[in-house]
């Protein structure tokens, strides 16, 4: 079994598929397509390719095991909309949750700001935000429609993607050898997206900060005036 020394230990693609199997990888991708914020799924669902390839954990057929990850991903991200649509602004505004915060919902609301409903596609392979990024469709009344089309598409690609890229790398020698550090990778190469958002935000904020003052001493006429406005005044 190959195991992720990242996170804990029962969100682990050795935890999970070793205890559960087949249903603990559709109920991990089905909840943190719609629910909750997990680690990348990322690296579970490379893992499920590679344990089909193998034939040891994961006995069913590759086309099955993809169909299933496809339909948990899609249901979970209509799960989410739902709970966007009718639940999301109370939802989020709970000062002292933990589990939906605020500042998820925000960086998810940029991001598809940004990019528009092929976010629901994109979101899919950025943790954290391919969790709230339904939610914020459901919350800004994303037509109905819509959402489905792009929802499969990401699903399709997300899911079956990635799982399909685990089956086929993992029948490589040297990728079967060299595991663990490969899963580590897709999961730091999976959070640079995250990173980079947060890092972004703050450089935003620190920006917006240092202007607030100008614009509160230029209000007040204390900030400094152009050529055209000191000769005005001398003249008085």
Request: hydrophobic share 50%; glycine share 12%; charged share 15%.
């Amino acid at each position: 079994m190959y195991t992720l020394a990242l996170g804990p230990e029962w969100l682990s693609p050795d935890y999970l598929i070793s205890h559960f199997g087949l249903i603990g990888i559709l109920v991990i991708v089905f909840a943190e397509s719609g629910l909750f914020a997990f680690l990348p799924g990322d690296s579970l669902l490379f893992t499920a390719g590679l344990l089909v390839a193998d034939g040891q954990y994961i006995k069913q057929p590759l086309w099955l095991v993809c169909t299933l990850i496809v339909a948990a991903a899609i249901i979970g991200d209509q799960v989410g909309y739902m709970i966007g649509k009718f639940f999301g602004p109370k939802l989020f505004n709970r000062p002292n949750s933990k589990l939906f915060k605020r500042e998820n919902l925000d960086k998810a609301h940029e991001f598809m700001d940004r990019h528009g409903p092929k976010a629901i596609v994109l979101a899919r392979f950025v943790p954290i935000i391919r969790t709230f990024a339904p939610m914020v469709a459901g919350a800004g009344s994303m037509k109905y429609r819509t959402f489905l089309t792009y929802n499969i598409i990401g699903g399709i690609g997300w899911g079956a993607g990635v799982t399909v890229a685990g089956y086929w790398l993992g029948q490589i020698e040297f990728i079967k050898t060299n595991v663990e550090p490969i899963l580590v990778g897709i999961v730091l190469i999976s959070v640079i997206p995250v990173i980079f958002e947060v890092l972004k935000a703050r450089k935003e904020n620190k920006a917006n900060a240092g202007q607030a003052p100008d614009a509160v001493a230029a209000a007040d006429g204390t900030g400094p005036q152009s050529p055209g406005q000191r000769g005005r005044h001398a003249k008085r």
